[in-house]
């Protein structure tokens, strides 16, 4: 099993910043990518960000240029930095864990961090 705990979430004024970290631990070999998914009220889950084991990004048209996603392999971390926070970034943010065991990948979640951007 791997336990995924977020932290960072909050309230702050559009325009501002936040840093959400999300640790994994339990059985950690073979994490492989994770990442952050949000999802707002009455909205489907959406992507935000990922990254690979080896730092490979992959950052979502809606937060690019103003998020940064970055991993701690030692620290089994990983960190969304996002920037010039606007209204509709709104959402509970989820991390994910992804897994290897070979053929299969599980994908572990966190419980979710809300934050809340004020106009």
């Known amino acids: 099993q791997v336990q995924v705990v977020e932290s960072g979430g909050g309230l702050v004024q559009a325009g501002g910043s936040l840093r959400l970290s999300c640790a994994a631990s339990?059985?950690?070999?073979?994490?492989?990518?994770m990442g952050w998914y949000r999802q707002a009220p009455g909205n489907q889950r959406e992507l935000v960000a990922t990254?690979?084991?080896?730092?490979?990004?992959n950052v979502a048209d809606s937060v690019k240029g103003r998020s940064t996603i970055s991993r701690d392999n030692a620290k089994n971390t990983v960190y969304l930095q996002m920037n010039s926070l606007k209204p509709e970034d709104t959402a509970v943010y989820y991390c994910?864990?992804?897994?290897?065991?070979?053929?299969?990948?599980?994908?572990?979640w966190g419980q979710g961090t809300q934050v809340t951007v004020s106009s």
């Open positions: 339990g059985s950690i070999f073979s994490i492989n990518a």
């Open positions: 990254i690979t084991s080896g730092g490979i990004t």
């Open positions: 994910y864990a992804d897994k290897r065991t070979p053929p299969y990948t599980t994908r572990y």
